[in-house]
């Protein structure tokens, strides 16, 4: 018998398979556990099922496949949770996981927030710290277009 | 009463470098202009500080300051290039359906109404003729013939609340862009940075990341390829390399 991917060291079956195959999490961190073994067995409708509207909205599906199919999923760590027990109705999740993507390995320090809906635990929001891949950021040198408060494609500018 | 003339001689001097787009615009030409999306920290001080809250978001510093943060989907193109779209004879290749930006020109809709003067005045090396021939185009700080100035108002502000919540979700998880803009705010010369165009269609449902990978990148890895051996253009070529990298999967999708 397997152990689950999500580090708990139970049995998958006893674990996360369940909530992957529909029943509810009864826990705020047994979702949270459940989302990132979705991640790592690419099971993206259950990471879509899980999701309040809001936070659907900013989810692109395709972008998520991407991650499912380029990222290798080293293990995940919970760190502490608030509330997000049997008989709360918010709670949050603050965790480490680390993965490895275009031969670099990154670990991802995230605070998840979780709220009840019906009964059932979804994921609402996060705030991530920036150990995850660096958005790419192009700083600008003095010579470039300016700084007053606008720039680009128009006549006259301040430091021209 | 103060009044500005201009008439444009089309010698394509405002064709080259960055272009503010909307993001209809944006999109649509994802096959042609290589993007970024540059945020522009706007202090309280300034004129178009009130203007800039609304067309973008309020951010609190490091210093736990204000400032005001444009994001405008722009065409990234370096200053000393033209643009894609500008042909030999420096006329404009896409005339009818040119970018809003383009269209409003001289006038630039993010700022006031009543603070485009100093814009109005030809940069350097620019001909635009705004001698006495030239029809007057701004009368006591009002434009004359308003329609293209309005419709970029309208689009920019119509597409505030999702560049809003773009924003907010970027700040949320990206602890460093809090840094630069820190950064930015304190640089008096160029204060702006630019990030990957497609930051902003991840963290919406709708967009179809495939269709717009297939278009993007082979524009970002023709501008790398362009800006490679230019040491001043280090920071672009890094730029277009790297947002290449982030839609290669989509660009490689069937
Ligand atoms: S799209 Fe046309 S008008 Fe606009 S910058 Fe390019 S060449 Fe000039
Ligand atoms: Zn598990």
Request: aromatic share 10%.
């Amino acid at each position: 018998m397997s152990t689950c991917v999500c580090g708990s060291g139970l049995a998958f079956a006893l674990c996360c398979e369940p909530i992957l195959n529909g029943k509810p999490a009864p826990t705020a961190e047994a979702l949270m556990r459940s989302r990132y073994a979705a991640y790592a067995l690419g099971k993206l409708d259950h990471v879509e099922r899980t999701a309040t509207p809001e936070a659907l909205e900013g989810f692109n599906r395709q972008d998520s496949e991407r991650v499912v199919d380029e990222s290798k999923w080293l293990g995940l760590e919970i760190l502490r949770t608030v509330d997000g027990g049997e008989g709360d109705q918010t709670g949050q999740v603050e965790f480490v996981f680390r993965y490895s993507l275009r031969g670099q390995t990154y670990a991802q320090h995230e605070l998840s927030t979780f709220c009840r809906k019906d009964g059932a635990w979804l994921y609402s929001s996060s705030e991530i710290n920036p150990k995850s891949p660096p958005v790419r950021v192009t700083k600008e040198g003095r010579n470039d277009p300016c700084a007053c408060g606008s720039g680009k494609k128009h006549k006259k500018c301040c430091g021209a | 009463m103060a009044e500005q003339r201009f008439n444009c001689t089309l010698c394509g001097q405002c064709c080259r470098g960055w272009i503010p787009l909307t993001l209809d615009d944006a999109l649509a030409n994802a096959g042609r202009f290589p993007l970024a999306m540059v945020w522009t920290p706007v202090r309280p001080g300034s004129r178009a500080f009130d203007l800039t809250t609304r067309l973008g978001t309020t951010v609190q510093l490091r210093n736990h300051k204000q400032v005001a943060v444009l994001i405008a989907p722009t065409a990234y193109i370096p200053p000393s290039f033209p643009c894609p779209a500008l042909t030999a004879d420096n006329l404009c290749g896409i005339q009818g359906d040119k970018p809003q930006r383009c269209r409003t020109m001289p006038f630039y809709p993010y700022r006031e109404e009543n603070d485009q003067a100093d814009i109005l005045v030809p940069r350097k090396g620019w001909a635009c003729d705004t001698s006495a021939a030239a029809p007057v185009i701004y009368r006591d700080k009002t434009i004359i013939d308003r329609e293209a100035f309005d419709r970029e108002r309208e689009a920019l502000t119509a597409q505030a609340p999702s560049l809003r919540a773009y924003a907010e979700t970027m700040l949320k998880q990206n602890a460093a862009l809090t840094d630069y803009l820190t950064k930015a705010a304190q640089n008096p010369v160029a204060g702006h940075f630019a990030v990957n165009f497609s930051s902003y269609l991840r963290l919406n449902r709708s967009y179809d990341l495939i269709a717009f990978a297939k278009a993007q990148h082979p524009v970002l890895t023709a501008f790398a390829n362009r800006t490679e051996k230019t040491p001043e253009l280090a920071d672009y070529h890094t730029y277009y390399k790297e947002s290449a990298a982030e839609l290669s999967w989509f660009a490689q999708r069937s």
